[in-house]
């Protein structure tokens, strides 16, 4: 497994602040940020957090399930380069879907790192001024065992910070 110490630090550093301070967390309803179907499952996100990483030229959208005795992990990676209504190809330099789920292990899937894994991302709205982004996006992900999971009607929409 592939995964940069900025990125970790980042990961830490988000996951400490949506624990130890207030958190504007989604409503329940179909206006929550990220949303999809996992094996079979429904996600929805009890948590967001999306930055703009100017180091690594993309919008990290990363989102939370909090549930007791569970947490999934839910990340979707956009480059700067995307356009609105291409789909952009996961693995690609930029281009990734994450998951982690505590009950299972924190056991990883990822989109950009094992070779197996395929999807999509397409942005349906992008304002750089306003600071939100929203899109569509659908895959296969695999872990270092070559387990599988399938997300697919995935869906955010939310605004992200600049860092």
């Known amino acids: 497994m592939k995964f ?5 630090l980042l990961l ?16 329940s309803g179909p206006g929550s940020p990220v949303i999809a179907t996992v094996n079979g499952t429904a996600y929805q996100a009890t948590a967001t957090t999306a930055i703009h990483t100017t180091s690594f030229q993309a919008v990290w959208v ?32 930029g281009v990734d879907i994450e998951y982690q789920d505590t009950k299972a292990g924190y056991k990883g899937y990822y989109g950009g790192y094992i070779g197996s894994s395929h999807g999509t991302i397409t942005l349906s709205g992008r304002d750089t001024t306003n ?3 929203a899109g569509t996006f659908n895959a296969v992900l695999y872990n270092n065992d070559n387990d599988s999971i399938k997300i697919t009607n995935g869906v955010f929409n939310t605004s992200y910070s600049l860092q």
Do not use: R
Request: neutral net charge; charged residues 20%.
């Open 131 to 133: 600071h939100k982004i």
């Open 12 to 27: 830490v550093t988000i996951i400490g602040s949506l624990l130890f301070t207030a958190c504007k967390k989604s409503s």
């Open 62 to 93: 990363e989102s939370y399930q909090l549930t007791a005795g569970d947490s999934i992990y839910l990340e979707i990676d956009i480059p700067d380069t995307a356009l609105v209504n291409k789909p952009l190809v996961v693995g690609n330099i």
């Open 4 to 8: 940069s110490y900025t990125k970790l």
